[in-house]
């Protein structure tokens, strides 16, 4: 099964509209003749700059997460059709920062992909084990769970529209990556769970994606793992040079 390796910025909580719009458009320049899929999720407030400056790019746009229902009493959220009206297609859900910090549970992590696929968004889900369930040897029980739950409700034909990303929160913006046999450990072991929910074709065309500390000069050496499909990058999104090494990197794997 031949998966498109795709490549997302996680912005976080940085730049405002007109920050934004300056480094889409150097990404628009630096990322000229990619071949792999590439997004950026940028705040909200961003997307509709950012689209903007990226048309005609071949680059997506995408949010940091979504809420579930269509409209209504839900003072600071925001719905799918509302995210797609400012231009963007993708959505991250469920990152650990919103795990760790805000209350994001494996439950409304599901409800978020469900309202994500009924809209149309692709879905990229956020899996991962924290410094001590890796520590303590339940990686694969904290994976699995929060795997088995992402997709409750989830039709099989749309299980390839979702990418997932696994990413081991004590890799994340710390600087420790997983090595490539940690990271292609868990993601088979992603995958693997994924095919006893759907079958084996669902899970073989299914993306998934490595997150944690991933930089021009580990990219390679991920995205050249049989189960690892790109990566969701943080820090080094935010600097042009360096998103484009790793998108160059996963270029070279196709
Ligand atoms: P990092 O963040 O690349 O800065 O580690 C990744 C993420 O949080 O998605």
């Not at 000229?32 to 700059?49: L, N, T, Y």
């Not at 994340?172 to 769970?193: L, M």
Request: net charge negative; charged share 20%; aromatic share 6%.
């Amino acid at each position: 099964m031949l998966r498109k390796p795709f490549i997302a910025g996680n912005w976080k909580m940085n730049k405002t509209p007109m920050e934004a719009a300056v480094l889409a458009n150097e990404l628009k320049e630096q990322l000229k003749g990619h071949r792999c899929e590439v997004a950026v999720c940028v705040p909200f407030v961003d997307i509709a700059s950012v689209a903007d400056a990226l048309k005609g790019s071949g680059i997506g746009v995408g949010a940091q997460n979504v809420h579930w229902a269509a409209s209504g009493a839900f003072t600071g959220e925001i719905s799918a059709d509302m995210l797609k009206a400012c231009g963007a297609t993708y959505v991250v859900i469920g990152h650990s920062e919103r795990r760790q910090f805000f209350g994001e549970t494996d439950e409304s992590v599901n409800k978020r992909t469900n309202a994500a696929l009924a809209a149309g968004l692709t879905p990229i889900v956020c899996v991962g084990e924290l410094l001590a369930e890796r520590e303590s040897g339940n990686t694969f029980s904290v994976v699995e769970r929060q795997t088995v739950a992402a997709f409750a409700g989830v039709a099989e034909s749309d299980v390839q529209k979702v990418v997932i990303a696994y990413e081991p929160v004590w890799a994340i913006g710390t600087g420790r990556t997983a090595t490539d046999e940690q990271a292609e450990e868990v993601v088979a072991f992603i995958r693997k769970n994924v095919g006893l929910l759907y079958g084996e074709g669902a899970a073989g065309a299914l993306r998934i994606q490595y997150g944690g500390s991933m930089n021009a000069a580990n990219a390679q050496g991920l995205m050249g793992q049989p189960n690892i499909d790109g990566g969701l990058i943080g820090g080094a999104s935010l600097k042009a040079p360096d998103f484009a090494a790793i998108v160059k990197a996963a270029d070279s794997t196709m």
